[in-house]
């Protein structure tokens, strides 16, 4: 079983957030970008070919237009970077079984993945089935006999 983080691309989110702060005049410069990533002028030209990494940039840059740079775009940042950390512990022998299972739902929970809770009629759960039956309702009349009977 491969055991490492998946990895779609050989660039991270911070190399995104990093290039969309630098073209938004607000973060480092371009070569202090790259020493800080340890890439060169070849890696980032190939990245500005890639266009997974382009949207990324566009989208943190529009963000940071709008909004500036907010605490919650910082931890984004930095949530997603944890992840490998995340995922790392997950699959240690090291790590006890409760710290995973808090690890996993944890990050179930950031992705949105939890349950929703569904609309019927006892006002709860999460699944089952429910039998509403309709019979035919006459309206009760005086000649209907009621009978009620007490335990």
Do not use: C
Request: net charge negative; charged share 25%; aromatic share 4%.
């Amino acid at each position: 079983m491969d055991t490492l983080p998946l990895s779609y691309h050989d660039w991270s989110d911070r190399l995104a957030m990093d290039v969309a702060l630098m073209l938004e005049n607000s973060g480092e410069s371009i070569d202090e970008v790259m020493a800080r990533h340890n890439i060169t002028i070849d890696d980032m030209g190939r990245f500005n070919t890639d266009k997974v990494f382009l949207k990324k940039v566009e989208e943190l840059r529009g963000e940071i237009r709008a909004n500036g740079m907010t605490f919650k775009l910082k931890a984004r940042a930095q949530a997603e970077e944890l992840l490998t950390t995340s995922w790392t512990l997950i699959h240690s022998p090291d790590v006890s079984a409760a710290v995973k299972a808090d690890l996993i739902k944890s990050t179930v929970k950031w992705g949105g993945l939890e349950p929703k809770p569904t609309d019927s009629m006892d006002g709860g759960g999460s699944g089952g089935v429910s039998i509403t039956i309709n019979l035919d309702q006459k309206p009760v009349s005086e000649a209907m006999k009621v009978i009620d009977n007490a335990a």
